[in-house]
């Protein structure tokens, strides 16, 4: 397994602006997915992109996969405030285990 | 579906005690995962079940902590004797299969306060 590492760290905007993170991993993937954690609740599933696929939505998430530069992004658009949480990305090769990386702290304002 | 269910949600112990904590998974899902989180980082994987078999248990430290899923659905992680360093929420998670395209659904957590 390999660890995604998310960046930025942290990421503060107003209600209704987008928010864009960003995911890095070192070697090749089987597919990619993004997990939210709202504080003292356990991981949320948001999105799997598969390494052949290259753009993927669902509801106001859009996430992008480059596997040429081994990365992806995942974009929140009209952001709410319900939306503050960590995000993760847990790139995947072989076999179901992922590592996760210390995530991007999404704080969205009113 | 009911989702991953833990307990206790809390528990506060001192170094040197004893501490198990319980999961029970979505029905049906074979997978079975415990995680560590130390605050401020994500979850480190402690040991992976499929069905009742230990798939992965590399980042167990076994002198420590034990994990057990006996009949392939409830799991307990213990600690015995805790330490300091073992503060942090212990999350279970679970899924379909071992393949990699299924999502692992979470639950809440165990948050573990070491005096």
């Known amino acids: 397994s390999q660890q995604g590492e998310e960046d930025p760290q942290a990421l503060s905007i107003q209600e209704g602006e987008n928010a864009t993170m960003n995911c890095s991993y070192k070697?090749?993937?089987?597919?990619l997915q993004w997990y939210r954690q709202n504080s003292g609740r356990g991981l949320v599933h948001l999105i799997l992109?598969?390494?052949?696929?290259r753009e993927k939505h669902s509801g106001r998430l859009r996430v992008t996969l480059d596997t040429s530069k081994k990365s992806s992004s995942l974009l929140i658009t009209a952001s709410r405030a319900a939306d503050t949480a960590s995000y993760f990305c847990?790139?995947?090769?072989?076999?179901?285990?992922?590592?996760f990386g210390t995530g991007t702290q999404l704080k969205v304002e009113l | 579906e009911a989702g991953v269910a833990q307990s206790p949600r809390y528990k506060i112990i001192e170094k040197r005690q004893s501490v198990a904590f319980w999961c029970n998974p979505i029905?049906?899902?074979?997978?079975l995962y415990w995680y560590q989180q130390i605050l401020g980082q994500g979850p480190k994987l402690l040991i992976q079940?499929?069905?009742?078999?230990?798939?992965?248990d590399s980042q167990l430290p076994k002198d420590r902590f034990s994990a057990e899923r006996l009949k392939g659905v409830d799991s307990t992680l213990k600690i015995q004797p805790a330490k300091l360093e073992d503060s942090a929420v212990y999350l279970c998670?679970?899924?379909?299969?071992?393949?990699?395209?299924?999502?692992?659904?979470f639950g809440d957590g165990t948050r573990l306060s070491i005096l």
């Open positions: 998670a679970s899924s379909l299969e071992l393949a990699g395209n299924q999502p692992q659904h």
């Open positions: 070697t090749s993937i089987n597919n």
């Open positions: 992109i598969r390494s052949n696929e």
């Open positions: 847990a790139p995947r090769g072989g076999g179901n285990k992922l590592t």
């Open positions: 029905s049906g899902h074979a997978t």
């Open positions: 079940f499929q069905n009742n078999g230990v798939v992965d």
